[in-house]
């Protein structure tokens, strides 16, 4: 095998494992947005948690205010490292986040509140009120 050849193997090997190892948060992305502002009925279930417990610190529409942007932080995190924030809490350079761990209906509907703010993130809504698809 000539030299050529050997290099394009090793970068083509090497953009593989790389492409592999990156995660993948499009996977993530369980929500139906239709007419700009309506929920599949999971997703709104999510809005409504969200609006009930996560609103007071991060804006109606995930915006922020005391907590962070979630619309901008959803673009940078993973599923699972959101739902060890939400269990664990978080300390940071604007305050803390309590754990909510404890909380049986926050902790139940981590999924729907998830695909809410991913819906945010992904710009499939913006921040506007929506209202559950039919």
Do not use: E
């Not at 529409?61 to 490292?81: R, T």
């Not at 604007?94 to 991913?118: E, F, T």
């Amino acid at each position: 095998m000539n030299l050529s050849k050997l290099i394009i193997l090793a970068a083509a090997t090497t953009l593989y494992f790389a492409a592999v190892s990156l995660p993948s948060y499009a996977q993530d992305s369980n929500y139906t947005v239709t007419d700009g502002n309506k929920l599949d009925a999971v997703s709104y279930g999510g809005f409504k948690l969200y609006r009930n417990w996560c609103a007071r610190c991060h804006g109606t529409y995930g915006q922020g205010m005391v907590g962070p942007n979630l619309a901008n932080s959803l673009k940078n995190i993973s599923k699972s490292q959101f739902f060890k924030t939400v269990a664990n809490g978080k300390s940071g350079n604007i305050g803390s986040m309590p754990p909510w761990k404890a909380n049986v209906k926050v902790m139940k509907g981590r999924d729907s509140i998830y695909a809410y703010l991913k819906a945010r993130a992904d710009g499939a809504i913006g921040a506007v009120k929506p209202k559950k698809a039919k």
